[in-house]
């Protein structure tokens, strides 16, 4: 395990085997500062088996979850959408790649597991290693931790920068079905780099109105990605936290539905309280409730997102 002083940042390589406690105190031999050190949660190999086939066409690889606006449900469709993918037996990848690390201490890991900062600036690391299992069956993750701040600063002017997740994702990528990317509210490094590894994106929005803003220009910044670097990609709406009770919410759904038509999902996912409680208690909705609503209609999303839907 590398560690790193905080006051002088000299570099030390622990063995494993002294490390008994999952937080505890070193000091320093170089500048004397005492730090506390955090023990990694237990990382499992990426274990898919080499020769396993993909199906000759699966839709939508690599997807990101994007919209600049915040509170639209961004995190909570990317793992309970990859959580309903892998329950229909698709392998899936979540990737975390917003500082704030909210999917993965969604999934309730800390956030000191290694992150796509290590795989890049740490010797030896391989994206095998930096890839948590989770405990649910065919449903991986890539997190995010407080040295992802760190990634922007160190990649955000070289030559390319955009490409550095869709590049370090071509050898892995046909061992996984499905991708995610949860992205961060904004427009920026993270979100660039997914929107140019991705061949799809999942715009999620309230039926509020200023959430049409953010879906109009999240729409533009696909279209000019598309057109100037990634022809590949396409994007779909998907209308989150949906109140059946509310005149103004079906009034803004219905002028979201008039302009965009075939570009949002059949699908909706309503507010639910269960999914909610899921939130709180750290497990995605289909493993809380798997008979709640909320549940149900990530699963339908799946099946629909898959063409599987009838």
């Known amino acids: 395990m590398i560690i790193k002083c905080e006051q002088c940042e000299t570099r030390y390589n622990l063995a494993d085997k002294l490390i008994r406690q999952p937080i505890f105190k070193v000091k320093c031999s170089k500048c004397g500062n005492v730090f506390t050190v955090h023990r990694p949660e237990e990382i499992k190999p990426l274990d898919l088996p080499e020769e396993a086939a993909l199906p000759a066409a699966i839709p939508y690889k690599i997807i990101a979850i994007s919209n600049q606006k915040g509170g639209v449900a961004k995190t909570s469709t990317a793992i309970n959408l990859g959580m309903a993918l892998a329950m229909q037996g698709k392998r899936v990848l979540l990737i975390d790649f917003d500082m704030q690390a909210s999917l993965t201490i969604a999934l309730g890991l800390n956030n000191k597991a290694r992150t796509f900062y290590d795989l890049l600036h740490v010797p030896g690391a391989t994206l095998a290693n930096v890839i948590t299992k989770t405990k649910y069956p065919n449903l991986w993750l890539l997190p995010s931790g407080p040295n992802l701040a760190l990634l922007m600063k160190k990649n955000i002017g070289q030559h390319h920068f955009e490409k550095i997740l869709r590049n370090k994702l071509e050898g892995i990528k ?32 309230q039926c509020e ?24 990609i396409d994007y779909k709406i998907l209308i989150t936290m949906f ?21 949002i999902f059949e699908t909706t996912i309503d507010f639910d309280v269960k999914l909610q409680e899921s939130q709180i208690m750290n497990v995605p909705v289909a493993e809380y409730d798997k008979n709640s609503r909320s549940a149900r209609q990530y699963l339908e999303l799946a099946e629909e997102l898959c063409g599987e839907k009838s």
Do not use: C, W
């Open 209 to 232: 109105y200023l959430s049409m803003h953010g879906v109009a220009h999240m729409e533009e910044v696909v279209n000019i990605i598309r057109k100037r670097q990634n022809d590949d």
């Open 174 to 205: 046909d061992k996984i079905d499905h991708i995610i990317i949860d992205t961060p509210p904004s427009i920026e490094f993270f979100t660039l780099n997914a929107l140019m590894a991705s061949d799809f994106v999942i715009i999620p929005t």
């Open 243 to 263: 109140n059946q009770n509310s005149t103004a919410t079906k009034v803004i759904y219905n002028k979201i539905k008039n302009k965009y038509r075939d570009r």
